[in-house]
Every structure is written in structure tokens, then in C-alpha cells.
């Protein structure tokens, strides 16, 4: 079945003749050193690209960004997933480009607009870079998959996130958003056009006061509304009904390699964003079913006599997300946990979160913070083994066998290159 879906079409703007001497000369010295940052230091290249784009010429991301079809992805969880998915999505006989390293604030996304020729680009974005992203790129449309409380000390509290993202959204064309979220459902609502998905939210403890009155929201099984004013779920142009994505003229099931409902979530957020763009949802569907790990989230690595399947947790939202997905399992658990830079710096939000699914198991714990977490499940009588060095010393002391690696951010990047490195 070819479904076409919700399909919202904007005029398009020619591409310059000429992108202008300085800007010309900008963009190739940022390909310059994205390719010596790669060969010396790894990566994709893109931050470092950004930088010297935004030094030689500062208009240049935005002049490089007119004449392409530019899909933004924002949220605190599941961006990166989401985008990934997009591209994918949107790759029906086209190149699409995209900062799938994960380079998401506007040195990370001037890189990409600088590094690729492709005429159409999904691109995702850190939540607070959002407004820059916007007058930016001028974007066609616009994804938002959740909004929750994460590292305070880098981002403000989600209520002031959704003003702010309320406020740059009035000027863009649609919006494809997360129906489930309160947060997300007011801050879209200033776009011109919406499209709504009903993506879920299984973390529900910052959608308990309405973002627009202050009131009380209300939830009754899968439905929200706040007591006081007019603000509610608005009804859902798509939705998932098991492992099948649905809309009004029809049904696509969904084969995924990723796992969790959560991942239905964000493939339905993309496909419904791909959709706008004329796409077909089952063919579109059908490309996803290869995406297995996005940029080392969820990927499965045999080492030694364990296989590994690692995974990131930020925040509370995604701590309670991989819980449940691990919850009915019974083998061996890597945590590592650090509190540096990006992961942000205060890790009290650990006691927002119930690590009871854990008891039983196979728990060993590592990293800069590894004290904080072995308390922390210690308190919901989770027995915890602190060991120190690198992931295979983590390995060593736990059984053959199947093992699943958490990480935060830091963390999760380390084990990542270490897992690689073999």
C-alpha cells in the first residue's frame, strides 16, 4: 500500500547562481579541515567545519542553506533515532543529507550544510539551538518528538524550552509533532500547519502542570487535557495500533532492528514527516527495516564470550524507556555513568528514577560518577559491583552470555571507541 499521507507542499526558493566569492572560499576551506580533522583525529568532522565556516564568512550556513529542502529534528530524546530514520525515510531515489554523527548545535550544523551538496537535508537539533536552526535554514518542516526535563545545568527548565520553541515556530510553514506531549503540543501550536502523531510518552512527571495556563493537566488512559483552559490532545492524523502505523486512509505495518516502542514512536514521527514531502509511507517504511544502530545507539557487538548490545540513557525519560525494554530480561548489566560537560554536571536526577527492574541481575557499575549510581541503586535494593578501568575489565566480571551496556553520554562515546578498538 502507497499512502501519501498528510502532503504539505511551501514555494520554493532558487538556489543563488553564485554563492559569492567569501562564502565560496569559506565552504572550501571548511571541507579542508573537516578532511584533516577526520584523517588526524576521527569523526565525522563537521564541528571543526563549522567553526572555520563561521570565521570566514558568518552568512554562510545560511547562504549555503537556500535552494535545499531542509527537514529540522529537535526533542530531548530520540532525536538523533528520529533523524536517522528520516533520511531514510526520505531517501526515495535522492541523496539526503545529514549530520549523523550527531553534531547538533550551530557549529555541528554549519559543518553539514558545508561537507554536503545535497539538495535535501535532515538535520537534527539540540533543543536550545532550535530558534538559530530556524532562522537559519529555513526549514520546510519541522519535527519535535518530546520535551523533558534533562541536564539542567546546560539547558533551562522544559516550560521555559517550550515558550522558547513556541516563539521561533511561528514562522514555519508545519510542524510534525509528538500529540502525546503537552509541552510539544503547545509550543506547535504556533506553527502555521500541524501534523499530529501519536508517538507516546511513557515519562509523564513534567506534563503534570499545562504549559499554557498553569493549571492542572488532566490524563485518562491515553488522553490529556488541561483542567482550566482550552489546551487538550489534539487528535492524532497518525498512530500506531501495535507495530503497524495508521492514518486515516490506511495501514503500514513496521518491521524495525531497533527496539522498544519508543522506536515505533520515532519511526512514525519520521515517516509522517516524510510523508509531507510526498513520499510514499510504504516504501518509506520498508527503508527503515535496515537501520539496525544509529550512530552506536543500540548496537550489537560480539566480544570475547559476550554479546553486547549498547545503548544511551540521559535523563530520566530515557532511563525509564531502557528499563522497561530490559525489564524482561534476565542477563548481565553494564552501567557507566559520568557527570562531565554534556552529561551535565548535577546527578541528582538519578532518584528520579526507579531502577527496580534491575534486582536479581548481573549489575556492575563504572565511571567518573560511579559512586552516585552504586547508592542510588543500592536505595531501591539493586546490588551493585563497582569496577574500575575500561568496559572489557567490566566484561571480565560478569558471565558469558548476552550483556546490554548503558551509558550517558560521555560514557557512552568512550565505550563506544573501546568497544571498537577491540
Known sequence: MALSGHT???????????????????????????????????????????????????????????GRRVLLVTGTNGKTTTTALLAAALADGRPVGSNRGGANTSTGLAGTV???????????????????????????CVVLTNLTRDQLSRHHEVAALAETWRSCLTGVPLVV????????????????????????????????????????CLRAEDDWACAACELRRPIPDWWLEGSALCCTSGRVPLHLDLPGRFNLGNAALALAAAATEGVPVASAASRLTAIGSVAGRFERLRRGDHDLRVM???????????????????????????????????????????????????????????????????????????????????????????????????????????????
Open 114 to 140: 558545508a561537507t554536503s551538496d545535497e539538495p535535501v537535508m535532515a538535520l537534527e537539533v539540540d533543543e536550545s539551538w532550535l530558534p538559530w536552526a530556524i532562522a537559519t535554514t529555513t526549514p520546510r
Open 312 to 422: 544511551l540513557a540521559k535523563n530520566p525519560a530515557g532511563w525509564l524507556e531502557l528499563l522497561a525494554l530490559m525489564a524482561a530480561d534476565q542477563h548481565p548489566v553494564v552501567l557507566i555513568f559520568n557527570a562531565d560537560g554534556v552529561d551535565g554536571r548535577d546527578p541528582s536526577w538519578l532518584y528520579d528514577v526507579s531502577f527496580a527492574p534491575l534486582r536479581g541481575r548481573t549489575v556492575v557499575v563504572q565511571g567518573r560518577r560511579a559512586a552516585d549510581l552504586v547508592v542510588r541503586l543500592e536505595l531501591d535494593g539493586v546490588v551493585a559491583r563497582r569496577v574500575p578501568g575500561r568496559v572489557a575489565d567490566a566484561l571480565a566480571a560478569v558471565p558469558a552470555g548476552r550483556v546490554d551496556v548503558v551509558a550517558n553520554y560521555t560514557a557512552f562515546r568512550r565505550a563506544i571507541q573501546e568497544l571498537h578498538r577491540g
Open 177 to 216: 509533532a509528538n500529540a502525546d506531549d503537552p509541552a510539544v503540543v503547545w509550543a506547535a501550536s504556533g506553527a502555521r500547519h500541524r501534523v499530529w502523531v501519536s508517538a507516546g510518552e511513557q515519562w509523564i512527571a513534567d506534563s503534570w502542570v499545562c504549559p499554557a495556563c498553569g493549571d492542572r
Open 8 to 66: 504539505f507542499t511551501a514555494a520554493r526558493r532558487p538556489r543563488p547562481r553564485r554563492d559569492g566569492a567569501r562564502v565560496g572560499v569559506a565552504r572550501w576551506a571548511a571541507r579542508v579541515a573537516a578532511g584533516a580533522s577526520q584523517r588526524l583525529r576521527g569523526g565525522s568532522g563537521l564541528v571543526i567545519a563549522g567553526r572555520v565556516l563561521a570565521a570566514a564568512a558568518p552568512e554562510a550556513a545560511a547562504t549555503l542553506s537556500r
